[in-house]
């Protein structure tokens, strides 16, 4: 006998969209068929039942600029994403000058402790020096396969030149590990904040001025042509633009392995939003685009030019995005981890974007692939880990704030009409949010070395 069977939903693969039910035995699903029988039924009739969400770019409890930290913690931050429908967040360890990478990832594994879902972690190059090398080599064998580089951020030593990724990322093609990049050209940005007058940097469209499409272009191509000439793999982040996504093109088309992911604020919203009253809200980087960037990267996920969505979720409360004279005064990040799901449910299934399937592969299985984490996650076959979301097709609702787990009290969604909603999130066999109710047990996530 199964410990819990989802009954009469509709199942969806990567491949395959059929009804049916699905049974789970412990941690594990267990079948997947019709007329299946269990110790506890859970209706789900017309519904949609889908492997749970990975969000692999998220920041919780992440110190910025100005002494601030991102607003949610490894609790806080996992209790919204598993109401979101997501049972697995990637995070990144904090890297500093001072610190070996080893040391930073513990720090980070002490902090998660407290997540209510499975997790992993990218790790920081930051403060490059030849002993990096080493560093990397020693935290791979401690279960990290991806590490991030930075192609801006110079003040903070968070910045790597071409010939730190160079070095670094023949290590990784030793490795068989995974550069991912973000990408913008510090050398654009400071040249146009050299000759921006001052008063300009009182505004937030300074933000996109300061960070055009071009900045991500030229970041792009030069990561991919190392990446290529040192034989690594390489995946762009929080990919924002028409430009970046041509020169994304460009580098697969000459042999890169190259991938990207982008994230809801490039398809859902606008550079328009640094025109509003509450503009400072908006302050993240890369910076929001044109709408004509947004169809271009809509367009992009349909045909799997861009692998997968991602959010980026790093919160700030209402206080921490206090307007303090300059746009770059403020601290850089939006929320959105609990409504990756649903957004793409909404805005891109049921205005016919993409297909319940390709919802599965962009929110699920080609990140769990890209970072080693499949078929253990991102599928519903039998042996897989029993996470689950289950969207309810019919119901209706308004993004407001108030009524999300962060602790941000801010949304960039604010008054968004969906359609479609979580009913269930099932974290290795056990539902962790059902019906509205968050279930989770403290500290029941797991670190998911690879």
């Known amino acids: 006998m199964y410990d819990l069977a989802l009954k009469g939903g509709t199942i969806v693969t990567q491949d395959d969209v059929f009804e ?23 209706d789900v009739s017309g519904m949609v039942v889908l492997p749970g969400a990975i969000d692999p770019h998220v920041h919780m409890a992440l110190p910025v600029q100005g002494g601030e930290r991102s607003c949610d913690d490894f609790a806080s931050g996992t209790m919204a994403a598993a109401s979101g429908g997501v049972t697995t967040i990637i995070d ?8 070996t990478m080893a040391e930073d990832l513990e720090k980070r594994l002490a902090a998660a402790g407290d997540s209510f879902i499975d997790y992993a972690f990218h790790a920081e190059v930051v403060g490059w020096t030849p002993a990096r090398l080493d560093d990397i080599r020693t935290v791979a064998e401690m279960g990290v396969r991806s590490f991030k580089f930075f192609t801006a951020y110079a003040s903070s030593g968070r910045r790597a030149d071409n010939g730190q990724l160079l ?6 093609a030793e490795l068989d590990a995974l550069a991912i990049v973000h990408a913008e050209d510090e050398e654009i940005i400071k040249a146009i904040l050299d000759k921006m007058p001052e008063e300009r940097k009182s505004g937030m469209t300074a933000l996109g001025v300061s960070r055009p499409d071009l900045c991500e272009a030229s970041a792009v ?20 633009s028409r430009l970046g996504l041509r020169e994304l093109m460009k580098a697969r088309e000459d042999g890169t392995d190259i991938t990207a992911e982008t994230c809801p604020q490039y398809l859902l919203l606008t550079d328009e939003a640094y025109l509003r009253e509450d503009a400072r809200f908006f302050s993240a980087a890369p910076a929001l685009r044109t709408a004509a960037d ?21 919160p700030f409360t209402n206080e921490q995005k206090a307007w303090r004279g300059r746009f770059d005064k403020l601290p850089y990040g939006l929320p959105g981890v609990e409504l990756l ?9 049921m205005k016919g974007r993409f297909s319940l399937s390709d919802l599965v592969d962009l929110t699920s299985t080609a990140a769990a692939k890209l970072y080693g984490l499949y078929p253990r996650k991102g599928n519903l076959m039998p042996g897989a880990d029993a996470d689950i979301a289950v969207i309810d097709p019919k119901a209706e609702w308004t993004v407001k704030a108030s009524g999300l787990r962060s602790k941000s009290g801010f949304s960039p969604y604010e008054g968004m009409a969906l359609q479609g909603n979580i009913f269930a999130t099932i974290s290795r066999g056990e539902p ?18 690879l």
């Open 20 to 42: 049916g039910d699905l049974a789970i035995l412990g941690e594990k699903i267990a079948a997947v068929g019709r007329e299946l029988s269990a110790d506890k039924i859970l």
């Open 92 to 99: 990144f360890t904090v890297g500093s000058r001072e610190s």
């Open 167 to 172: 070095e670094s990322m023949r290590v990784l």
């Open 221 to 240: 191509a030069s990561v991919a042509w190392l990446a290529r000439s040192a034989g690594a793999r390489v995946h762009i982040v929080h990919l924002s």
């Open 294 to 314: 947004q169809e271009a990267l809509w367009d992009a996920l349909a045909r799997k030019d861009v692998s997968f969505l991602a959010t980026d979720h790093c």
């Open 341 to 349: 799901l649903p957004l793409a449910y909404s805005e891109g299934v």
């Open 432 to 449: 962790i949010f059902l019906d509205g109710e968050f279930k989770g047990r403290s500290r029941r996530g797991r670190f998911l070395a």
